[in-house]
């Protein structure tokens, strides 16, 4: 059972590195799942199964149970974008007999990092007749790469003594798309300035042409094109007990994952349980997609509508009785900087599930502290259960922090608790999970979706 939920969960990474792969992914076991459009329901009753979903990003899958929605709803939160670079909107350039495309990044990245690694792109190109063009090239193995290139070290003096947050500046992050021979130099090579014009232009058109021919994708195109550059490749175990996980993107699809198999496998709930995948979280949960906007809120409304009980003081209710488990990931303690951390605060590799009470940073700013009665609640189940957790922080209290999709939630007036795994090498082009920790995690996920009204 657990070698097969790891599998299951390292093809999902693999085949879900952006956002809107997550949601069409997740989307996809739903309904081999039994869940139906809400869209296309009047109404519902207990034992019923629908999901909600927001612009092919975001998505709620919700489980009718048997108690009254203005109970509340048992919720499994978590996010489905992670650091990326994003394809800007008027990008490709030629330099020098190289063609490029300019990228923006997404999210907290060191730029470093994402130097001279094997890179993909992968999204969607909008064109004016209303078609969409899927875009995934990188993953193939007979597909090309992309990279963004670095100064060799025997060139890099003045490099080298910049600061890492300096230097690589955000504007050099561009990928290598394809070059050109550039012309013989010497008399015998003289050309006109048109000549010389055409043969720089002659790379750019080259992979214009390309673009045209693989996708029908013109130019413009990508004033109207959502194109994100992932790491390429698929996850691998890692260490000679394969006892580890590195992989791209498992801030936060890790909790993504293990909270949807944790959905989907629950039955017979008394209250309604909710796997909720938003987007955004990686830059402050902003947009239609994020957890600040309604879309949660009016998906629970069109929930509360079809059970028939809709006014605006049910769907009030039925938020604030909730109970939430805020699905994210938390730094594994690293051994080589262990002076960044507190140890007896820390969160280690398979150790189990990470709670942690509250996020933020220094002191506690946009932290959603959650209440002790609620974690000990929490805490009987699981130990009753044999599901292993551990109580942690991120890192010394005047070291930094993070922050999660808690607090947004907790707005509400519900219970509210950070809960997922570690992640070594967080934020990372490949990040490093333990095995044992997303089993722990998926099985915590399920015991609290059975904690009922009062339990």
């Known amino acids: 059972m657990k070698e097969a939920f790891i599998k299951d969960y390292k093809d999902f990474l693999k085949n879900g590195k952006t956002e809107r792969e997550c949601c069409n992914l997740i989307v996809e076991l739903a309904k081999k799942n039994g869940y139906k459009d809400i869209n296309e329901t009047q109404t519902l009753r207990a034992g019923d199964k629908v999901f909600v979903t927001k612009f092919g990003k975001a998505v709620a899958l919700f489980n009718v149970g048997s108690e009254p929605i203005e109970n509340g709803l048992n919720i499994l939160g978590a996010h489905i974008d992670s650091p990326r ?13 190289l063609v490029y495309l300019n990228t923006h990044y997404y999210g907290g990245i060191k730029k470093y990092q994402w130097l001279t690694l094997p890179l993909a792109i992968h999204g969607v190109v909008c064109k004016k007749d209303g078609s969409v063009v899927q875009v995934c090239v990188g993953e193939d193995p007979e597909d090309p790469v992309f990279c963004i290139s670095d100064i060799l ?7 080298m003594k910049e600061s890492a947050a ?6 050099s992050l ?7 021979i550039p012309p013989l130099k010497g008399a015998d090579s003289v050309k006109t300035d048109n000549a010389e014009k055409q043969e720089k232009d002659k790379a750019k058109k080259l992979i214009l042409s390309l673009l045209k021919e693989q996708y029908g994708i013109e130019e413009a195109d990508f004033g109207s094109a959502e194109l994100e550059i992932v790491p390429a490749g698929a996850p691998r175990d890692l260490g000679l007990d394969r006892s580890l996980i590195l992989a791209y993107g498992q801030d936060d699809r890790s909790c993504a994952f293990a909270s949807l198999r944790a959905q989907l496998e629950v039955k017979d709930v008394k209250r309604t349980s909710c796997c909720l995948c938003v987007d955004k979280e990686e830059i402050g949960s902003v947009g239609a997609t994020g957890m600040d906007s309604h879309f949660f809120e009016n998906a629970v409304a069109e929930l509360v509508a079809r059970l028939g009980t809709y006014s ?14 805020s699905s994210d990931v938390n730094a594994a303690y690293d051994p080589m900087n262990g002076d960044l951390y507190d140890h007896e605060n820390a969160s280690y590799l398979g150790a189990g599930i990470v709670f942690n ?4 940073s220094r002191g506690k700013y946009s932290a959603s502290d959650a209440s002790p009665e609620f974690i000990a609640k929490l805490r009987n189940v699981l130990d009753q259960n044999d599901v292993r957790y551990q109580m942690a922080e991120l890192g010394k209290v005047d070291q930094g922090g993070g922050g999660t999709i808690a607090y947004l939630a907790a707005k509400y007036g519900m219970y509210v608790l950070d809960a997922g795994v570690s992640v070594l090498s967080m934020h990372a082009p490949w990040e490093i999970t333990s095995k044992e ?3 722990q995690a998926y099985n915590a996920y399920k015991v609290f979706l059975l904690l009922h009204y009062g339990a």
Not at 87 to 97: D, H, I, M, S, W
Request: proline share 6%; hydrophobic share 35%.
């Open 166 to 171: 300096d230097f690589i500046p955000g504007e």
């Open 357 to 360: 009470k509250y996020t933020g």
């Open 153 to 159: 070290p025997h060139l890099a003096q003045k490099q």
């Open 174 to 180: 561009d990928l290598i798309m394809g070059s050109e």
């Open 312 to 325: 605006e003081l049910a769907v009030r209710r039925c938020m604030n009785n909730s109970n939430m488990l």
């Open 85 to 97: 670079l994003d394809v800007k909107q008027n990008p490709l350039y030629e330099k020098e007999f």
């Open 437 to 439: 920790d997303m089993w």
